[in-house]
């Protein structure tokens, strides 16, 4: 009975971390490809809020808000041409992932954080939230159980791949 609970939870946690799996791509390649294309532009073009403080600041471009989003989307497009993902599913969790990653941004600058500042919370949740809600307004309702698993996984796998990327060179 506990081997079947186990396995029965276990293959949910599998369906569900495949259904984030492009919002967390997207989230996570414009670090990886921008190693590759450098600095890149400043999505927020050097505005100051009225805070005084920077909309985004330099670690939030152009070019990593593409690569994010099409690098979730492939991602995406790939689980669906083997039955496991949808592509309107996919593009828009990783839009989503990307437009609440700016956001998360936006919020640590009000709150007086330095670009590549950890902020708990403010690194792991917004992106996932912003996916799922776009998601859940625009593709289908989502259960509540996917909600309540990528609020308690999104945070441990946030920080064991950026720790992972620390390690090899990807992060400071």
């Known amino acids: 009975m506990l081997y079947q609970s186990l396995s029965a939870v276990l293959s949910l946690l599998i369906k ?3 259904f984030y799996l492009p919002a967390y791509v997207a989230n996570g390649s414009p670090v990886v490809f921008s190693k590759i294309y450098g600095p890149g ?3 927020d073009m050097g505005i100051v809020f009225s805070d005084g403080k920077r909309l985004l600041g330099d670690g939030k471009t152009f070019e990593g808000f593409i690569t994010g989003t099409v690098a979730g989307s492939v991602i995406g497009l790939f689980l669906a041409q083997i039955g496991l993902h949808s592509i309107s599913s996919s593009v828009t969790l990783s839009l989503g992932a990307m437009i609440g990653d700016s956001l998360g941004s936006f ?6 954080f330095k670009r590549g500042e950890w902020a708990p919370l403010l690194d792991e949740l ?3 939230i912003v996916a799922l809600g776009l998601h859940h ?3 289908y309702a989502l259960p509540l159980d996917y909600w309540i698993v990528a609020l308690l996984i999104t945070p441990v796998l946030h920080k064991s791949t950026n720790e992972l990327a620390k390690r090899i060179g990807l992060r400071s």
């Open 41 to 43: 532009h400043p999505i």
């Open 137 to 139: 307004v625009f593709v």
């Open 126 to 128: 917004p992106f996932i």
């Open 16 to 18: 569900l971390i495949l």
């Open 107 to 112: 919020v640590k600058r009000r709150l007086g």
